[in-house]
């Protein structure tokens, strides 16, 4: 497979989003979903509206998310609403959270674990899905970039727990009794949620027709937690850039490259977050995505700050 091409700002600014959108080469048509994670009530490294309003407000997309499988504030549609308005996406854009009237079956190609992918129903008003990730580390994936956020993150609230359970329940309630005993301590054993993953990511990416679809990774507020807690660890990597991509697979592995060939410093401390993603075994995603013909790990990079 040829090298992918990922691009690359330095520019953390509403304008610097834009700019790397526009490299892309691929402008967003029809009805446009922007797929971000909201963040959960108590945290505060997510995307902010500030940030992100100016690419929403430019190919007139809707913020689009999914209910959480976990107990939080954005469990149920009613509390999920009044943490987005808390966080200010209303005053940016219209949001919508797609499971908040069912869910739908979608193929996958790679069904090792999961046989199908179960996504909030409201996916069949979009024609495009930008891809609006934020990279940081997560307690059960290791790290959290595009893919997750395409698969957890696209996933209804039965849905993820589809895919953390490796496809052995399709209850929310009844998928954390079906995690396999020591995952938390051997990474190996979490490698069917990490396939799982894999997996559901493309079926989104196919249901778009892969070219209705792009991809962006903002790498700001780096902390070892994900968007979805609530009281997140504070960063200890200093801002990167944004980066983006057509191929999922390789803008991931980008941003990994970044964290890992990171000169450490006394203000740019990687080791917490290198240690979550081994712990997890959290690289094994885009190497599984690869393997199921998702993308490539090998990639060309265009920096735009220096066009």
């Given at each position: 497979m040829n090298k992918a091409i990922v691009y690359f700002t330095r520019e953390l600014t509403p304008e610097g989003l834009v700019r790397i959108y526009e490299a892309l080469g691929r402008p967003a048509k029809g009805r446009v979903a922007v797929k971000i994670s909201t963040g959960e009530a108590g945290g505060h490294n997510y995307l902010k509206p500030e940030l992100i309003g100016a690419l929403v407000k430019k190919v007139d997309g809707t913020i689009v998310e999914c209910n959480t499988a976990y107990e939080g504030q954005r469990m149920e549609t009613a509390d999920h609403l009044k943490v987005i308005e808390d966080h200010g996406f209303n005053a940016i854009a219209k949001v919508d959270i797609m499971d908040a009237d069912g869910e739908i079956r979608i193929p996958v190609r790679d069904s090792s674990w999961i046989k199908y992918d179960i996504v909030g129903d409201h996916i069949k008003n979009y024609d495009f899905m930008i891809n609006l990730a934020h990279f940081k580390g997560h307690a059960m994936g290791g790290f959290g970039g595009v893919l997750?956020?395409?698969?957890?993150?696209?996933?209804?609230?039965?849905?993820?727990?589809?895919?953390?359970?490796?496809?052995?329940?399709?209850?929310?309630?009844?998928?954390?009794?079906?995690?396999?005993?020591?995952?938390?301590?051997?990474?190996?054993?979490?490698?069917?949620?990490?396939?799982?993953?894999?997996?559901?990511?493309?079926?989104?990416?196919?249901?778009?027709?892969?070219?209705?679809?792009?991809?962006?990774?903002?790498?700001?507020?780096?902390?070892?937690?994900?968007?979805?807690?609530?009281?997140?660890?504070?960063?200890?990597?200093?801002?990167?850039?944004?980066?983006?991509?057509?191929?999922?697979?390789?803008?991931?592995?980008?941003?990994?490259?970044?964290?890992?060939?990171?000169?450490?410093?006394?203000?740019?401390?990687?080791?917490?977050?290198?240690?979550?993603?081994?712990?997890?075994?959290?690289?094994?995603?885009?190497?599984?995505?690869?393997?199921?013909?998702?993308?490539?790990?090998?990639?060309?990079?265009?920096?735009?700050?220096?066009?």
């Amino acid at each position: 497979m040829n090298k992918a091409i990922v691009y690359f700002t330095r520019e953390l600014t509403p304008e610097g989003l834009v700019r790397i959108y526009e490299a892309l080469g691929r402008p967003a048509k029809g009805r446009v979903a922007v797929k971000i994670s909201t963040g959960e009530a108590g945290g505060h490294n997510y995307l902010k509206p500030e940030l992100i309003g100016a690419l929403v407000k430019k190919v007139d997309g809707t913020i689009v998310e999914c209910n959480t499988a976990y107990e939080g504030q954005r469990m149920e549609t009613a509390d999920h609403l009044k943490v987005i308005e808390d966080h200010g996406f209303n005053a940016i854009a219209k949001v919508d959270i797609m499971d908040a009237d069912g869910e739908i079956r979608i193929p996958v190609r790679d069904s090792s674990w999961i046989k199908y992918d179960i996504v909030g129903d409201h996916i069949k008003n979009y024609d495009f899905m930008i891809n609006l990730a934020h990279f940081k580390g997560h307690a059960m994936g290791g790290f959290g970039g595009v893919l997750k956020n395409q698969s957890i993150g696209v996933a209804s609230r039965n849905g993820k727990g589809y895919i953390h359970s490796a496809g052995k329940s399709e209850d929310y309630r009844t998928a954390w009794d079906n995690l396999p005993e020591g995952w938390e301590d051997d990474p190996r054993k979490n490698d069917p949620f990490i396939e799982s993953m894999a997996s559901a990511a493309q079926a989104v990416h196919d249901y778009f027709g892969g070219d209705r679809i792009l991809y962006i990774d903002v790498m700001n507020n780096i902390s070892i937690d994900c968007d979805c807690d609530s009281h997140p660890a504070d960063p200890t990597i200093q801002d990167i850039g944004i980066a983006a991509s057509l191929d999922p697979v390789a803008l991931d592995r980008f941003c990994l490259d970044q964290v890992f060939n990171l000169e450490p410093s006394p203000e740019n401390d990687n080791a917490a977050l290198l240690e979550r993603i081994r712990q997890r075994h959290g690289i094994h995603i885009v190497d599984h995505a690869e393997k199921i013909g998702l993308g490539t790990t090998k990639y060309t990079v265009v920096d735009i700050d220096k066009k």
